[in-house]
Nanobody, 115 residues
Framework: QVQLVESGGGLVQPGGSLTLSCAAS????????VGWRRQAPGKQRELVAAITSGGVMSYGKAVKGRFAVSRENAKSTVYLQMNSLKPEDTAVYYC?????????WGQGTQVTVSS
């Protein structure tokens, strides 16, 4: 069983930066692929960024070059550094952990980009 708790969301102006954190409880964090997806009102949940247990990163097209995902296994935490934020980045951001047998989700954190 994995529990995930996100933090760091909020209101930011266009062009600004924000860092999200997701702390995991339960064993085996270092063996899991983890990442972030987001969902805007009226839209499907989409990939933002992911990082494998070996540290291989992947990004959604909309955020590539602006966002960076990282993980700190000693703290069982995954981060999302978001730069050059745009209004279209406004969404609820969810972190997830993929254990290969199950997929776990956090409760989500709201990110609003607006002037």
């Amino acid at each position: 069983q994995v529990q995930l708790v996100e933090s760091g969301g909020g209101l930011v102006q266009p062009g600004g930066s924000l860092t999200l954190s997701c702390a995991a409880s339960g064993s085996g964090f270092s063996r899991n692929a983890v990442g972030w997806r987001r969902q805007a009102p009226g839209k499907q949940r989409e990939l933002v960024a992911a990082i494998t247990s070996g540290g291989v990163m992947s990004y959604g097209k909309a955020v590539k070059g602006r966002f960076a995902v990282s993980r700190e296994n000693a703290k069982s935490t995954v981060y999302l550094q978001m730069n050059s934020l745009k209004p279209e980045d406004t969404a609820v951001y969810y972190c997830y952990a993929d254990t290969n047998t199950s997929l776990y989700w956090g409760q989500g954190t709201q990110v609003t980009v607006s002037s």
